[in-house]
């Protein structure tokens, strides 16, 4: 049965288990399990298992599946270009601080970099854009 199709046939004050919640939003048991402890869809706990409201889990399903699909943060790479070519080499510890960042963000942005070819790191742990060799048409006789 599909989950529209279960919509339809429970009412709104209907006691679920999890595992039945997550059938009738499309999720899996422990996603509504985690949903409940963090309090984002409100149970009660009876002997060995969660019970929710349909009502309440329904309002919650259309919730989360709009958080579910935001877009991710872009990665700031075109900042750490720039403030390469104005220090002229960092580490991903000074890239961190300068941009008011995680440094493991800061090196996630470097390596970025480096798998597209425009920086790369020194053996002492600073970082460097590479060259952009530009050929002028002249070639090599």
Request: glycine fraction near 10%; proline fraction near 3%; charge should be positive.
């Amino acid at each position: 049965m599909s989950c529209l199709a279960a919509q339809e046939l429970v009412s709104d004050d209907t006691m679920l288990t999890t595992t039945q919640a997550g059938k009738l939003v499309g999720r899996t048991g422990d996603a509504v399990r985690m949903a409940i402890l963090t309090g984002a869809l409100p149970g009660h706990r009876q002997r060995d298992h969660w019970l929710v409201r349909a009502g309440d889990v329904l309002a919650w399903g259309a919730r989360a599946r709009k958080l579910h699909w935001r877009r991710l943060p872009v990665p700031r790479t075109d900042e750490v270009v720039t403030l390469l070519q104005e220090y002229g080499t960092a580490s991903a510890e000074e890239v961190a601080r300068l941009l008011q960042v995680h440094v493991g963000n800061a090196r996630k942005y470097l390596a970025i970099l480096g798998l597209e070819g425009r920086a790369e790191r020194r053996p002492d742990g600073q970082w460097v854009l590479r060259e952009q060799r530009r050929d002028n048409g002249k070639g090599a006789a």
